[in-house]
């Protein structure tokens, strides 16, 4: 099974299955998401749980031995001001990771956070914002001279939150920061931050990128789950090798011309309509789509680097622009309107293939997938188990999701998909008796 398919709870359906976010989770989901069937996928795009988000959480990384620390009281409990960052990112757009009526992806990074009407929220929370009280990072957290490590989330002290990155001119020692959950409106204040490498400042109120001068040497930028509409002004930090900008308004894909160092990329949960303006981008290892309004995979014929594409929840109705990408591992194409599997010709090197939740009712166009472990073909139109011989020469298939297929209603469906295809050792959630 492959190592991004979350735990199930009490569904028998992949988790990622189980609703519609942005990257899978690893091992639990990223964001909420709610379930949308094949005939509301017309309604997508709009806000959304998270698959990839799969909802998120902050995982511990490394922390930084030499540089002086600060604490400060989130929720009750002391956190340490020091990183705080995973090496992976959990999207908000992953395909697995999400239940059944909300939930969302691995996106790695593990934001703790269902957002069903997140959108609504920020609205609120945006109308407030100029009258709440002026709360700056210092304030809440001593800034040591020398710091590296600079990390607030949520609720400081049980009722403060950062609303303003004020007083951080002096910081130029800052390699990381971290404001997340907070009521920051605008991308100010940062123009001293000269030796900051990695800006996380997921679930805020930031309407803008206003991405000054000194940050062009940020490779990690995490703007999750606020109210951007353009994401042109990412042209001024070449040096990107992680961005997410998951769960926002983006319409289109700007400002990535020069970013050739790029390696991830999450846009999961936004209003995109086509796929542009990555051609440069040839680095690019992992590209999260989930929850656009996207209706043609195409533009990322030159990312031939690419391992995980995610395109699921958005409005396609075929398979096709993978010519070339021979290096895909991993594809999350569930909850569009696909009619049938063709167009995988060039994906030798697939272990995962996640087709949920479309109109396909046959196996046509898989027989040469040898390194298919796993194939997710929940919620689909497939009638009859003689169609299943076709997934014989799948000789590394060991899990398969069929459930919600007509031909499921049979009272020993599994019984005989394990007779036609003895490699299998899950069947949906179920473990193959042998």
């Not at 990155?165 to 910081?171: A, C, S, V």
């Not at 981008?281 to 014929?301: A, D, M, P, V």
Request: proline share 3%.
């Amino acid at each position: 099974m492959s190592e991004f398919e979350a735990e199930r709870g009490n569904s028998t359906e992949p988790e990622h299955l189980q609703g519609v976010g942005m990257m899978p989770a690893i091992p639990q989901p990223d964001a909420g998401a709610a379930t949308e069937s094949v005939g509301e996928i017309e309604a997508q795009g709009e806000a959304h749980d998270g698959g990839g988000a799969e909802g998120k959480g902050q995982a511990a990384g490394d922390i930084s031995k030499e540089a002086p620390t600060a604490s400060v009281e989130t929720g009750g409990q002391e956190e340490e001001h020091t990183t705080c960052l995973t090496e992976g990112h959990e999207s908000c757009s992953g395909a697995a990771g999400m239940k059944e009526g909300g939930e969302a992806h691995d996106h790695h990074h593990g934001h703790g956070c269902s957002h069903e009407g997140h959108d609504h929220d920020h609205e609120m929370v945006e109308s407030h914002v100029g009258t709440l009280e002026l709360v700056r990072p210092g304030d809440v957290v001593e800034l040591v001279e020398g710091m590296q490590d600079l990390y607030i989330m949520g609720t400081v002290d049980g009722f403060q939150k950062v609303t303003k990155m004020d007083g951080l001119q002096d910081m130029s020692s800052l390699t990381e920061m971290t404001l997340q959950s907070c009521l920051i409106a605008k991308m100010e204040g940062l123009e001293g931050l000269t030796s900051l490498t990695r800006l996380t400042l997921y679930d805020n109120q930031i309407l803008s990128l206003n991405i000054p001068p000194s940050l062009s040497g940020l490779t990690y930028l995490d703007m999750s789950y606020n109210l951007v509409k353009s994401t042109a002004p990412i042209a001024g930090c070449p040096l990107l090798d992680e961005a997410f900008v998951a769960q926002n308004r983006v319409r289109a894909i700007e400002g990535f011309e020069g970013l050739t160092r790029l390696r991830k990329l999450d846009l999961g949960a936004n209003r995109i309509r086509a796929i542009t303006g990555l051609e440069a981008c040839t680095l690019l290892e992992e590209l999260w789509l989930g929850k656009n309004k996207i209706t043609q995979i195409g533009g990322i014929s030159t990312l031939v680097r690419l391992k995980r594409l995610d395109v699921q929840s958005n409005r396609l109705t075929a398979i096709e622009g993978l010519e070339g990408l021979t290096e895909l591992r991993e594809l999350y194409l569930s909850h569009n309107v696909i009619e049938n599997a063709h167009g995988l010709e060039s994906q030798v090197n697939l272990d995962t293939l996640d087709l949920s939740r479309n109109k396909i009712d046959s196996f046509d166009g898989l027989q040469h997938l040898g390194q298919l472990t796993d194939l997710w073909m929940s919620g689909n139109l497939i009638s009859t188990f003689e169609s299943v011989d076709a997934l014989k020469p799948l000789g590394s298939l060991t899990c398969l999701y069929l459930e919600h297929n007509p031909l499921y209603t049979d009272f020993e469906y599994r019984k005989r998909l394990a007779v036609v295809l003895p490699t299998l050792t899950q069947i949906d959630a179920t473990a193959v008796a042998r």
